[in-house]
């Protein structure tokens, strides 16, 4: 059976294939997607005896970077892509 949390493990595989120079965000909030600037990795363990990693963003007031990108938020599947609506025809200049 997996375990429905990411593991430590699975962040490094996961960045292994991205850029070693991009800076880290957090995506937070699906209902109000916001992008933050993560600021520290503390370890620490849980009630049950577990060792569980936080990833945080810092407490400066640039932490919180605005929203998030929208191709981030739907690539998250937290919004669908947006289209434009449909075109309606055009009226003539006589109503018609």
Not at 5 to 28: F, K, N, Y
Not at 37 to 55: M, S
Not at 76 to 95: D, E, F, H, I, S
Request: charged residues 20%.
């Amino acid at each position: 059976m997996t375990s429905p949390e990411m593991t430590v493990r699975d962040v490094i595989d996961l960045l292994s294939g991205c850029d070693p120079e991009a800076p880290v965000r957090q995506a937070m909030n699906p209902y109000f997607p916001m992008a933050h600037r993560l600021a520290q990795v503390v370890q620490c363990v849980d009630e049950t005896g577990r060792t569980v990693v936080y990833l945080a963003e810092g407490n400066d007031a640039d932490s919180q970077l605005g929203y998030l990108p929208p191709e981030v938020a739907v690539a998250l599947t937290w919004q669908g892509p947006v289209q434009a609506p449909p075109r309606r025809p055009r009226r003539t200049a006589r109503g018609k």
